[in-house]
């Protein structure tokens, strides 16, 4: 084989084991997408559903909130995380926690009579 088919052959090696390469490491990406889980949660009139939610330690996951009457806040004080729902608007928040237990979250605007009853919690388990 002289060299000129040799360094074409190279390169063609090269750039395939390349592609390969990328496409194995966007497979890992795709993978851990595909590993979160969704839940949509409402707001309406001082109540959350669902206001009890499992999930496992570790596993992150995607919360769709939606606030079907009013301008509500979404706030989980262990996690220092807080969104504002606006009525109408789906507002999406990763979440992950890292050891098992009881998770807190409630409104942190107020809306009215009964807005202090306006929570629920995550149960993380191992």
């Known amino acids: 084989m002289d060299t000129q088919r040799r360094l074409l052959l190279h390169r063609a090696l090269g750039l395939a084991g390349a592609s390969m390469s990328a496409v194995a490491g966007l497979g890992g990406y795709a993978a851990s997408r595909a590993q979160e889980s969704t839940i949509k949660i409402t707001a309406q009139r001082f109540r959350y559903r669902p206001n009890e939610i499992s999930l496992h330690k570790g596993q ?6 939606t606030s079907l009457d009013f301008a509500h806040g979404f706030n989980i004080p262990d996690l ?22 009881s998770y807190d979250f409630h409104c942190d605007n107020f809306c009215g009579e009964g807005h202090e009853q306006m929570a629920g919690h995550f149960v993380v388990t191992a």
């Open 60 to 65: 992150t996951t995607v919360l769709e909130i």
């Open 80 to 101: 220092a995380m807080r969104a504002d729902l606006v009525p109408g608007k789906v507002v999406t928040v990763r979440v992950r926690f890292d050891a098992p237990g």
